[in-house]
Nanobody, 123 residues
Framework: QVQLVESGGGSVQAGGSLRLSCAVFGYTGSSYCMGWFRQPPGKEREGVAAIVAGGRTTYADSVKGRFTISQDNAENTLSLQMNRLKPEDSATYYC?????????????????WGRGTQVTVSS
């Protein structure tokens, strides 16, 4: 059974940086599709960044140029480097995985989820 465990959330002032990590347990293949999603209070979960088999990455327009998703297959981890953070980036961030995803920014494409980690950006 695949398990995903996030770490690295916290509080930071606007303009600061945070790095989120996601450890993957129970799957070591190279074709796993992985992504980061976020859900602000009272709002729907939205895609932030994803990486599909072959290493292709995709980002939400709101984070392009500020966030970088990366994957370490040797360590079986997924990371999200977040720079120049804004108050509107505040949310619970979730790591997600799927054996295959045709729409990597859609939560419905993912069947494995972590419990989430909180990111708070103050102005």
């Amino acid at each position: 059974q695949v398990q995903l465990v996030e770490s690295g959330g916290g509080s930071v002032q606007a303009g600061g940086s945070l790095r989120l990590s996601c450890a993957v347990f129970g799957y070591t293949g190279s074709s796993y599709c992985m992504g980061w999603f976020r859900q602000p209070p009272g709002k729907e979960r939205e895609g932030v960044a994803a990486i599909v088999a072959g290493g292709r990455t995709t980002y939400a327009d709101s984070v392009k140029g500020r966030f970088t998703i990366s994957q370490d297959n040797a360590e079986n981890t997924l990371s999200l480097q977040m720079n120049r953070l804004k108050p509107e980036d505040s949310a619970t961030y979730y790591c997600a995985g799927a054996y295959y995803c045709s729409h990597p920014m859609r939560p419905t494409d993912f069947g494995h989820w972590g419990r989430g980690t909180q990111v708070t950006v103050s102005s």
